[in-house]
């Protein structure tokens, strides 16, 4: 069994990103390849495809939003992702949990109380019937039937019950903090019902964009556990390797591999970018060390940008200035390259003459 290297994988993990090299592909390709891209902040997943594609535009993503080829919603580590809504289909029954489980949480406890789940899941699906409704003005209608309650909880609990997307709206450019998010019911949004789970389908879809992988760096990604089965039932159509640890690693039989040695140029990462997330073992890409730095801040999203292919230091952007704090010495060449880079994503995040400054701290 071949052993691969953490370079190796890290190589390999940049190819299959796109991240070796920008590409020449229609977004919706990109993200069906992706299969869902991060997009907790609104900008961030247009950060991301820029970072990866060539000539990428603003309207390139929000007209996907717009005529809904593309949809934002929870998915993956009930988390908002933006995928296909083709894909959407069968991804959300194959990560969504256990609505009892989910529910269990000490979080939802004291809204619970006391409250029918199967009226209030009636009530919620009535509000939303050929609707699409700010999440505030739901939470205020839920009050109204179910008082003394929080409503901010209540529209939470909601979307564990039904599959609720995101308008269009809230995923474009700088929406961000300026508009409250509407919702609907998924299958009324795209007008065609959901499939059921497909564990098989995920998991090479996942291993063709993130591969090699171990079972828990699936799970990982998906937020599912107990996949060890499913791997089993695969195994005959899949690769296996071993890393430097001794771990088998899971591929599909055609995805290419990377050696150790290929170029990796500078790129700028927004936060959250699933190739930081994407495995349990994130040391393909960044240091245990540089993990515990941002350990404090990491649930608030913290951009980042890679030299020699691992993540280096982070970035910022302050006001139209993008700030770049390197966590290591940057030589004289690598530091033209991280400006470079800089200077090329400015104009696409900022609309003012900006500029960008190295902050050696």
Do not use: C
């Not at 995805?255 to 927004?270: G, I, N, Y």
């Amino acid at each position: 069994m071949k052993e691969l290297s953490l370079r190796e994988l890290n190589r390999t993990l940049l190819l299959r990103q796109h991240l070796a090299a920008r590409v020449s592909m229609p977004a919706l390709d990109l993200i069906r390849h992706l299969v869902a891209v991060q997009g907790q902040d609104p900008n961030w997943p247009y950060v991301g495809l820029w970072t990866r594609l060539t000539g990428f535009r603003h309207e390139d993503l929000s007209t996907l939003l717009e005529d809904r080829t593309v949809v934002r919603a929870t998915t993956i580590r009930r988390t908002v992702h933006l995928s296909a809504a083709d894909d959407y289909r069968w991804l959300y029954p194959t990560v969504r949990p256990d609505p009892g489980a989910a529910l269990g949480a000490i979080y939802f406890r004291e809204t619970l109380a006391g409250l029918d789940i199967g009226e209030f899941a009636g009530a919620g699906k009535e509000l939303l019937t050929g609707r699409t409704v700010a999440r505030r003005e739901l939470g205020r209608a839920l009050i109204d039937r179910f008082p003394h309650r929080d409503p901010g909880r209540l529209v939470h609990i909601l979307g564990h019950l039904h599959p609720l997307v995101h308008d269009n709206e809230a995923g474009r450019w700088n929406a961000w903090g300026s508009y409250s998010v509407s919702v609907s019911l998924a299958e009324e949004w795209m007008n065609t019902p959901l499939a059921g789970p497909q564990p098989e389908t995920m998991i090479l879809r996942y291993l063709t964009a993130f591969g090699p992988a171990t079972t828990a760096d699936i799970q990982a990604w998906a937020g599912v556990t107990r996949l060890a089965e499913v791997i089993t039932r695969l195994r005959p159509r899949l690769r296996v390797f071993r890393d430097e640890s001794g771990r088998e690693l899971f591929d599909v039989p055609d995805a290419p591999l990377a050696p150790a040695d290929a170029p990796a140029p500078v790129r700028f990462l927004p936060a959250f970018d699933n190739a930081l997330l994407a495995h349990r073992d994130r040391r393909r890409m960044i240091s245990d060390e540089d993990r515990a730095r941002i350990n404090k801040i990491a649930s608030g999203g913290v951009p980042m940008y890679l030299v020699d292919g691992f993540v280096h230091g982070r970035w910022d952007l302050d006001g139209s200035t993008i700030r770049v704090t390197p966590w290591h010495p940057l030589s004289p060449a690598d530091e033209a390259a991280v400006i470079e880079e800089a200077e090329k994503l400015l104009p696409f995040i900022t609309d003012a003459d900006g500029k960008v400054i190295i902050d050696r701290q």
